[in-house]
């Protein structure tokens, strides 16, 4: 069935720094979509990509879909305290429901 | 708008009980998604439900859980004779159709002692 890869798993970062975690489709996918989860919390919708090639920027976050549809890459500039939590990214393929990967924990150090 | 609303949000059961979990989906929203996170783990797909339609229920185990959506009222979730392996976050998760992006609920964690 389809899977949804991500990596890093964990990342740990300097307040300040830049960094970018990705995400691999074994399925070429109509749509793909970014999530949130903050310790203790809810995953929480952020994006949703549907264009090859396809790029969107929410301030601080920048959000790129591959050319082929099956990767999906989130940047971070200038990471702050608040930017900590799991983000997941889930791919919509074939099938009807959105298949979630293990996500990308990112703790920051002050 | 109140959001994906569920309820309990902790549900502790003994071995050999039942688990009834309830979401109540975004108004206007019609299509209902579970999700069960282990801790440190991702979210695995359970089943995804219409109003009195289940129409994938791929990622559910066959024996002893069982998923609704009536017409009327929430979607429950049902564990049957839970076993201390059932213990997670459960996350039901609502659309206003499945190209758009999900709602999640706060979720039900669930404890099997």
């Not at chain 1, 890093?8 to 749509?31: A, M, R």
């Not at chain 2, 059961?13 to 282990?38: D, F, I, N, T």
């Not at chain 2, 791929?58 to 076993?83: D, H, N």
Request: proline share 5%.
């Amino acid at each position: 069935g389809q899977q949804v890869m991500q990596i890093p798993q964990y990342q740990h970062v300097q307040e300040g720094e830049d960094f970018t975690t990705y995400c691999n489709s074994s399925t070429t996918l109509s749509n793909i979509q970014w999530y949130k989860q903050r310790p203790g919390g809810h995953p929480v919708f952020l994006i949703q990509l549907v264009k090859s090639g396809e790029v969107k920027k929410q301030k601080r976050l920048t959000f790129q879909f591959g050319e082929a549809k099956k990767n999906s890459s989130l940047h971070i500039t200038a990471t702050q305290t608040t930017d900590v939590g799991t983000y997941f990214c889930a791919g919509l393929s074939g099938s009807e429901k959105l298949v979630f990967g293990k996500g990308m924990k990112l703790t920051v150090n002050p | 708008n109140a959001g994906v609303m569920q309820n309990p949000r902790h549900l502790v059961r003994r071995r050999g009980q039942e688990a009834r979990l309830r979401c109540s989906p975004m108004k206007g929203h019609s299509h209902v998604y579970w999700y069960r996170q282990l801790p440190e783990e991702g979210l695995k797909f359970m089943v995804y439900l219409q109003k009195e339609n289940i129409i994938d229920e791929s990622g559910m185990p066959k024996e002893r859980f069982s998923a609704e959506f009536p017409k009327e009222g929430p979607s429950i979730l049902r564990i049957q004779q839970v076993v201390r392996g059932d213990s997670a976050a459960y996350f039901c998760a609502s659309s206003p159709s499945q190209s758009y992006g999900y709602t999640f609920g706060s979720g039900t964690r669930l404890t099997v002692v």
